[in-house]
């Protein structure tokens, strides 16, 4: 019965790792803590699965486990560590990686809980409704949220938001 229940957590986790381990990236911008942000959001899921495996929004438990634990993350690091404006040097050739460059450097610099809200809305293609469940907040809030979000991301790309929708 554990090796069944042990089975059906590996298969759940090779279905959803690589997913979640981009959405994580997108949430924080860094490899490494989009890494250790899905192993947490996994290892709760673990310690959970008997309880939870038969949630019909198994999917949603997860997210809603590697947000909180990104917004976590981040009001314990904006404590100790002091925040670059600057972005890594990535590799990428053409107009559309420069794009998405421009795009992630800004974003980084949205509230995390707006951040949150814009890579589901927008990178993932969630619904309000899905992003609400997701983040455990209501959709008015969500609404909201992506509102502001939006400006905040306007108010970083100045000038630049023409440029990328130009492009």
């Known amino acids: ?16 790792q690589q997913r979640l381990l981009r959405t994580a990236y997108l949430l924080c ?17 673990y310690v959970g ?6 949630l019909e929004q198994v999917d949603a438990y997860v997210h809603r486990m590697l947000f909180r634990s ?9 404590k100790r560590e002091i925040l670059s404006a ?3 040097d990535v590799a990428g050739t053409g107009i559309a990686s420069d794009v998405r460059l421009t795009l992630m450097a800004a974003l980084a610099q949205v509230t995390p809980r707006y951040r949150a809200v814009l890579v589901l809305r927008y990178w993932e293609d969630r ?9 455990g907040l209501s959709q008015g809030s969500v609404k909201s949220h992506t509102h502001r979000g939006l400006q905040q991301l306007r108010s970083v790309l100045g ?3 023409l440029d990328l929708i130009r492009s």
Do not use: C
Not at 127 to 135: I, K, M, R, W
């Open 1 to 16: 019965m554990r090796e069944a229940r042990e089975r059906e957590f590996d298969e759940f986790v090779l279905a959803r």
């Open 86 to 88: 600057a972005v890594p």
């Open 49 to 54: 699965w008997n309880r939870i495996q038969h």
């Open 127 to 135: 619904s309000v409704g899905e992003t609400a469940d997701a983040l």
């Open 70 to 78: 990104y917004i976590d993350t981040y009001r314990r690091r904006r």
């Open 29 to 45: 911008g860094d490899w490494h803590l989009a890494e250790d942000l899905t192993q947490n959001a996994l290892a709760k899921v």
């Open 159 to 161: 000038d630049q938001a």
